[in-house]
């Protein structure tokens, strides 16, 4: 049997001679030998068992040539230090929207200076933005929805298993909490354009309901800017994930509805306008 250095030095030049990433490579030898980092490299010297390396030679061809995203076949993604299910129902969790998180978390201590806080995340998915606030910040009371309900699922088992207290409730956008208040907003929805080209692994095997957001990506946004007035109270933050190419046209739409509010954009760490905050004190 080849060792694990063998094994992973041939099949990360196997998926850079096939146009794949071979840092994908590594997650499924650390996925198929059960192995953390530490532990792998400990052992690179060793031969893999036979076992493992037939499965982990499955999920390689799975990955290079079936085209399916590594997340989807070790069934997991890593976001903000937590490990979250993923499948075919729920968009896999983007190191984008861990800045989200982190932002929405310095903007709550500027404005609500560790008051207690209701927060919803609308359209959740995979659950990663509201059970991530959940965990992180002890003050947030988090409820989130979702259109669909396999998406929910998902969710709700990630809210169990990492012990979070998310309350989740199925409906199109704010419709099923309109009975409630929350001072916090938060919101990664369908931003593609239906026209923009996407890739295959993409559209292929993540829920189209949770990719495209109208002809030029903003529907979502306007649904639910309008639907926001009654939920919130006169003080209240609104945090938006986006296309870094709708910043401007997003900023025009907030104004037009909450004139008097602050609005800060924030670009990602790879320098794209990704991020806005609606303020209102």
Do not use: W
Not at 185 to 206: A, K, L, Q, R
């Amino acid at each position: 049997m080849p060792s694990y250095r063998e094994i992973l030095q041939i099949n990360e030049q196997y998926a850079i001679d096939n146009q794949k990433e071979s840092t994908g490579i590594k997650i499924l030898l650390l996925y198929f030998s059960q192995m953390s980092s530490t532990e792998l490299l400990l052992h690179m010297d060793d031969d893999m068992p036979e076992e493992q390396y037939q499965d982990f030679l499955y999920g390689v061809d799975r990955y290079v040539i079936r085209n399916i995203p590594v997340q989807h076949i070790t069934g997991e993604e890593y976001f903000f230090g937590y490990t979250f299910e993923v499948n075919e129902d729920v968009l896999i969790p983007r190191f984008e929207t861990e800045e989200l998180v982190a932002n929405v978390l310095l903007i709550y201590d500027d404005v609500f200076g560790g008051q207690d806080v209701r927060v919803l995340d609308i359209g959740t998915g995979s659950g990663c933005l509201a059970i991530t606030l959940d965990l992180e910040e002890p003050h947030m009371s988090v409820t989130a929805t979702d259109i669909s309900d396999a998406a929910l699922a998902v969710a709700k088992r990630n809210n169990e298993k990492l012990g979070a207290n998310v309350s989740f409730y199925q409906g199109d956008l704010t419709l099923p909490v309109q009975d409630q208040i929350f001072d916090i907003i938060v919101s990664n929805p369908p931003y593609i354009p239906e026209n923009e080209y996407v890739e295959d692994v993409v559209v292929d095997h993540e829920p189209s309901i949770a990719l495209f957001g109208g002809e030029d990506g903003l529907y979502f946004y306007r649904r639910i800017i309008q639907q926001v007035s009654s939920i919130t109270p006169d003080k209240f933050i609104l945090a938006f994930e986006h296309a870094f190419n709708t910043a401007k046209a997003l900023r025009k739409l907030i104004q037009d509805h909450f004139p008097d509010a602050t609005i800060v954009q924030k670009k990602d760490m790879q320098g794209k306008d990704r991020m806005t905050f609606v303020i209102k004190e």
